[in-house]
């Protein structure tokens, strides 16, 4: 009884925590659909820190919106490392994401992905144009 009582007080304990980032992330989401990218790279810098608690489709989910907000604001190299590791959450951990956004997230990490020994990502050339929101 005292263990069945300590797991309902730990879980009423976590919910608001639950409740917080769920909400926390739909704020961050909202920001990115409206095209204010720096106001969703606000609030997803203030998730970073829960990103290991998030379920895997949502941590896919917030490492693609970060760097589809990064890569909108020509910071290029930052979202060559948010989208890969959405890619690597999506391809490895089995995470879903939707098909638009894949497909979106291939044609992104193509064009930023090094083609030298650099771990930086390609500069924008005369021949590529940001993807319009």
Not at 15 to 37: D, I
Not at 70 to 79: E, I, P
Request: aromatic letters at 6%.
């Amino acid at each position: 009884m005292l263990r069945a009582s300590l797991l309902a007080s730990t879980i009423l304990a976590l919910l608001p925590a639950c409740s917080s980032l769920k909400s926390e992330m739909r704020q961050a989401e909202n920001a990115y659909n409206h095209a204010n990218y720096e106001d969703a790279l606000r609030w997803f810098e203030a998730l970073e820190q829960d990103e290991p608690r998030m379920k895997v489709d949502d941590r896919a989910r917030f490492h693609y919106l970060r760097g589809m907000a990064s890569y909108r604001l020509g910071k290029r190299d930052d979202a060559l490392y948010e989208l890969s590791l959405a890619r690597e959450i999506v391809e490895h951990e089995g995470a879903n994401l939707e098909p638009e956004y894949v497909a979106e997230m291939n044609a992104v990490l193509d064009e930023l992905t090094p083609t030298d020994d650099s771990h930086r990502a390609r500069p924008l050339s005369g021949d590529e144009r940001v993807l319009a929101p």
